[in-house]
């Protein structure tokens, strides 16, 4: 069975410097999606990027960007220039490409961004 | 933009209560999703909808029943509350797999946070 871990239950970064989140998965599978995803404390949960496992190219939305290593299992998340509004839980997820349903969500890392 | 909506946000029950909450989007997404979020556990599934009136099981769905009468509608239902199922409750909804790379990305609603006391 699949699985998402992230080590990292809580984060603090200064604002307008980087903080990278970190996430490692395990699976038997060659074909699947990455999700980052942030709740801010309004709780609304938005997509912040993903990544398809085939796609050597890391992916990049704006000052959000990851790191995939495919063989090491891992998925980080890089946010640059760090803003105040970037203060939010952030959940690591994968899902397969396989008939299943399942999206396999980490337990989270808090981030907070200090003045 | 896709809107997911709950019925309530905070909602307060006693045990032995049968509870009811609603989940609608807008975006005639086919699958839907109960979760159940706790400190330190992340995400977990309690029922997940595919189409109306269909419905399988997730990971945790001891102590609730879901509806889907509608396809815009997913209703998740604690037929007993008890303590233990004090928690943030989210729905999520997104288009069918497989399909188009958009269709893997699950759109949240802003989540209920039900006490039993």
């Known amino acids: 069975a699949q699985t998402v871990t992230q080590s990292q239950p809580e984060m603090s970064v200064q604002e307008a410097e980087t903080v990278t989140l970190s996430c490692t998965y395990d699976?038997?599978?060659?074909?699947?999606?990455l999700f980052w995803y942030k709740q801010p404390p309004s709780r609304q949960m938005i997509l912040v990027i993903r990544?398809?496992?085939?796609?050597?190219q890391n992916a990049t939305e704006n000052r959000f960007s990851v790191n995939f290593q495919k063989a090491a299992k891992s998925f980080s998340l890089k946010i640059s220039d760090s803003q105040l509004g970037d203060a939010a839980m952030y959940f690591c997820?994968?899902?397969?490409?396989?008939?299943?349903?399942?999206?396999?969500f980490g337990t989270g890392t808090r981030l907070k961004v200090l003045a | 933009d896709v809107k997911v909506t709950q019925s309530s946000r905070y909602l307060v029950k006693r045990t032995g209560e049968k509870v009811f909450l609603e989940c609608v989007q807008d975006?005639?997404?086919?699958?839907m999703f109960w979760y159940r979020q706790d400190p330190g556990l992340g995400l977990r599934l309690i029922y997940f909808?595919?189409?109306?009136?269909?419905?399988e099981k997730g990971d945790i769905p001891e102590g609730y029943s879901v509806s889907r009468e509608k396809k815009e509608r997913f209703s998740l239902i604690l037929e007993s509350a008890s303590t233990n199922q004090t928690s943030m409750y989210l729905c999520?909804?997104?288009?069918?797999?497989?399909?188009?790379?958009?269709?893997?990305?699950?759109?949240f609603g802003p989540g209920t946070r039900l006490t039993v006391t």
């Open positions: 999520a909804s997104s288009l069918p797999f497989p399909g188009t790379w958009g269709a893997y990305e699950q759109y």
């Open positions: 699976t038997s599978e060659s074909d699947y999606y």
């Open positions: 990544q398809e496992a085939y796609k050597q």
């Open positions: 997820a994968y899902r397969s490409t396989s008939g299943t349903y399942k999206y396999i």
């Open positions: 975006m005639d997404h086919e699958n």
């Open positions: 909808s595919y189409d109306v009136k269909m419905k």
